[in-house]
């Protein structure tokens, strides 16, 4: 694209949007990082992994419970000692009526040696690391969708200043010919056949202009901006703004997809061991302190006389599975193809790396070979419209030569524009699949 086409193209694009507040894609993403809702969602998610991984740890720690309770024997009171047995014994009958109970008791216990239980911490910790890359590869998606977005409306907004260029250049013509009309220089055909299709360039501003105000509507909504705001993006396809560097690299070396699948296969071998580990034998130390005391009467603070029973227990349990019905061997065997099915995942997902990469590069390649071959295009059809529109001056050239000019000149100028946006995108994907495209929010 000539300077003086580009010139017009910045012109036309800031007067019509000199009231939106400005916003650079560097901009969008920071702002996008800050205020997107999944993003936030996901910080909520951070936290309540961080509480996972304390509640493991603390599942561990000394264990201490206190239970009390007091019965009442309303229906068929105990009596003590029993008749029939104190006739057995030969000793005299000294019934005592049991109405009521209190019970109470104070319990510890310390796990030992429980392998589960040291496994289960570790699990929870790769958790939080799975969630932290997890976070990352979404943000990586975000700060995609914003810059696909971003660039989407750039290519329309610089394909309705085509149209807009285009309809200003007829109206002149227009113009002229009302002129060359009342002259009769022309026919009152040309002038109805302009007017025809600058209604028809009026139509097509229209909807292109509707359906930019959709796409920032949707831009607004993936940064967390409430729809409707007015924004002028800053950011435009132009030859000056190629990016000079050639990007590639290799795709398996910096995926957050692919280290956080790594992760999710180390997560589920600590799970096989966590499953073997329940046929393992676990030690558990414990302390306890209880007392009682039985009434005939609700008086046990009243008699002195009777004295609470005190008990105290202190020991080591030690537990040892010796058969489960080999339900334990079934598990591992199912935690094993689960791991399997993750490295298969894995597997794939490197070749779709792979093909990604190489189709970005491709489309690169074209695009960057499109855009030199297009601004030649454009450059050639826009020298042809002024010979057009002064053939059509001079009555040496048809209505019709002139219409086909510029029509050829609006298609040269947009596809000089899809190349760029092509160019645009091939580049953001593979700054995505190398795994660099997040440094752009940073």
Known sequence: ?????????????????????????????????????????????????????????????????????????????????????????????????????????????????????????????????????????????????????????????????VLKRSKDNLSKTQSMIEAMVEQGIAKRSDLNTMTINLAALSTQIDNLSTQIRSQKDALLQIMGRSPGEEISLTDRLNIDSRNSNSISGNPLQNSITLKRMEQQIKLQEMNIDLVAQEMYPSVVAFASYGTQASRENFDFFNSPQDKFKDDGKLGVSVSVPIFDGMSNRAKRSSAQIQKRQLELDMEKQKLALQATYENAKAVLFNAQKLVERNEKSANLAEENYLMKELEYKEQVAPITDLLTADNNMQTAYSNLINALYTEKTAELALEQVLGILRHRAE
Not at 18 to 43: F, H, T, V, W, Y
Not at 49 to 63: C, E, K, M, N, S
Not at 94 to 123: C, D, H, R
Not at 125 to 131: A, L, N, Y
């Open 1 to 161: 694209m000539n300077r003086i086409g580009l010139t017009c193209l910045v012109v036309f694009s800031f007067a019509a949007l000199a009231s939106a507040a400005p916003l650079s894609l560097k901009a969008a993403l920071e702002e996008g990082m800050k205020r997107n809702l999944d993003i936030q969602k996901s910080e909520l998610g951070t936290n309540n992994i961080d509480a996972q991984v304390d509640a493991a740890f603390r599942r561990y720690l000394p264990q201490v419970t206190a239970s009390g309770t007091v019965t009442h024997l309303w229906m068929d009171p105990v009596r003590i000692p029993d008749p029939f047995i104190a006739q057995m014994l030969g000793v005299p009958v000294n019934e005592v009526s049991i109405n009521w109970n209190v019970a109470g008791s104070l319990n510890f216990s310390q796990f030992l040696y429980v392998p589960q239980a040291l496994t289960g911490i570790k699990m929870a910790k790769k958790g939080k690391e799975i969630d932290a890359l997890g976070k990352m590869e979404l943000r990586e998606g975000i700060i995609f969708g914003i810059a696909m977005q971003y660039w989407v409306i750039v290519y329309m907004e610089e394909n309705l200043e």
